[in-house]
């Protein structure tokens, strides 16, 4: 199995075969492109068949040694057997066992067909997040061991990211995570989360500014390669190849959950944000999952519902992009959505590379057919099962409290914006799952609103906000950062 990327000529992808280790530690291909596989491994029917029976971990292991082929059969079954435990997804509800790791909840069943929530937030820091990241943590642990190298982790955070990424590195041997975030501007909740971590290789610093200015300093930062070089500074953002990858196991999981036979088929509703995790919804379907359809579910930021109903990929300039209860969706661009792009558009990197060439000059591309458009690829749209649905404020303090009403249990806002937008595309006869992205606990605010009651918190988080913490305060200052990084990194082997 090789990669390429989404913007490689057919001469620079054979000059540049690319493996799943290669590609592991980093973010970008030189060209700008997205990495993806050559072509999608494919299942087949017998092992799907075979695949009913296995634990999550068993399962992950199939399905990463189609990706990862340059790690021994014999490493990978360990690191996924040490990644999804029941101890590290331990936060599921009560009358859910932590050991299916992505426990199902069906909540209805009727005439209009069947809604099933697919829970994805029981590891540490409660978000999806989590399922892909702790695997991430254990994979360069691995590599980097093997090479005998470290890595420094630089990052950006405004909330859910940022506490997966230190949660599945901290302790790790080898590798540092340096974290910005915005000085007192996330939730108490989630602050505490990120600095009450005591590991050492486990830097916060905490900017006197807003999130952008966060991310402009990473930028900076990444900007200067040689400083990059020097201090082996890398990156875990949604692009990593590694974690689009390792969410497609809990799609078959899902799937498989929810079926009795390979006859059946199941639709999706992903609450989305920067594509990464439908993407890997997509790459399930395109290895043969029965999937009917992937239904895209966005909030008041709604570039990919404007895309999949419209055609038009209009990314929004700061100014249009709205601060919203479900935060994590609150995107202005889908950095993912290129690899989806380029499979729309036939594989042709050259086409890809011109569209999103025109994303930067114009902001965006009209793949609608009509006249002066960029093409009529918008009309192959269906072919992939994609439909979409956006949902607003209003709408996730309803779905919240129906949901809480109906069933018993508290989802969070992200997830409502999810179930908001299944309703609108159920079948008879096609199980919807929905994905929950966070547990409630994480966006207390919200809960409060919508049900006048505190969101539950799983054991163990009871007290978070009154532990110590630990960081730094810092002004937006590129060069201070620097410094910061370079005092902190003599590289430990
Ligand atoms: C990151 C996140 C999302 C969006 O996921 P993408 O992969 O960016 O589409 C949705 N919900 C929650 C809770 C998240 O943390």
Request: a negative charge.
């Amino acid at each position: 199995m090789h990669y390429v990327s989404t913007r490689a000529t057919s001469a620079s992808a054979a000059r540049n075969p690319q493996g799943f280790s290669d590609i592991l530690l980093g973010g970008l291909a030189p060209d700008g492109g997205l990495y993806l596989p050559a072509a999608y491994p494919q299942v087949t029917g017998a092992e799907l068949d075979a695949w009913r029976s296995l634990s999550y971990a068993d399962l992950a292991y199939e399905i990463l040694r189609k990706f990862a082929t340059d790690i021994p059969d014999a490493e990978l079954k360990a690191l996924t057997a040490r990644t999804y435990t029941p101890e590290v997804y331990r936060n599921a509800r009560a009358g859910e066992s932590s050991a299916d790791i992505t426990p199902l909840r069906v909540l209805e069943e009727g005439a209009a067909g069947k809604l099933i929530l697919q829970g994805l937030s029981n590891g540490p820091t409660l978000a999806f997040k989590d399922m892909a990241m702790q695997l991430l943590g254990n994979l360069f642990e691995y590599i980097l061991a093997k090479n005998g190298d470290a890595l420094n982790i630089f990052g950006a955070t405004s909330g859910d990211t940022g506490s997966a990424a230190e949660y599945a590195m901290r302790g790790k041997r080898g590798i540092r995570v340096f974290m910005l975030s915005p000085h007192a501007k996330m939730s108490a909740f989630q602050t505490a989360q990120m600095f009450s971590l005591q590991d050492p290789n486990i830097f916060n610093i905490a900017v006197e500014g807003v999130f952008d200015d966060c991310q402009d300093m990473v930028k900076a930062v990444s900007n200067d390669l040689e400083f990059k070089a020097r201090h082996k500074i890398g990156t875990v953002n949604s692009i990593n190849w590694a974690r689009v990858v390792a969410q497609v196991v809990y799609y078959f999981r899902g799937y498989l959950k929810a079926t009795s036979s390979n006859g059946q088929k199941v639709s999706f509703t992903v609450p989305s944000g920067n594509f990464g995790n439908i993407c890997a919804g997509h790459i399930a379907r395109m290895m043969g999952l029965p999937i009917a359809k992937l239904v895209v579910a966005t909030n008041e930021n709604n570039v990919l519902d404007e895309f999949f109903r419209t055609g038009v990929y209009r990314v929004r300039k700061p100014a249009e992009t709205f601060h919203t209860s479900s935060p994590s969706m609150d995107i202005s661009k889908a950095s993912n959505f290129e690899r989806f792009v380029y499979d729309l558009v036939g594989r042709d990197a050259e086409r890809t590379h011109a569209l999103f060439r025109k994303v930067e000059t114009h902001g965006g591309f009209d793949l609608s057919g009509a006249p002066g458009s960029d093409g009529d690829e918008f009309k192959r749209v269906g072919e992939y099962g994609f439909v979409s649905g956006c949902s607003t404020h209003e709408d996730r303090l309803n779905t919240i409290r129906e949901v809480a009403d109906d069933y018993g249990i508290t989802i969070d806002t992200h997830t409502a914006d999810g179930i908001k937008v299944a309703r609108a595309h159920l079948e008879p006869g096609i199980p919807m799952i929905v994905l929950e992205t966070a547990l409630a606990a994480k966006f207390n605010e919200t809960i409060l609103e919508a049900l006048g009651t505190d969101a539950e918190r799983p054991a163990g988080f009871e007290n978070i906000e009154t532990l110590p913490q630990r960081f730094v305060v810092m002004k937006a200052d590129v060069a201070q950062v620097k410094a910061y990084i370079a005092e902190h990194t003599g590289l430990d082997r």
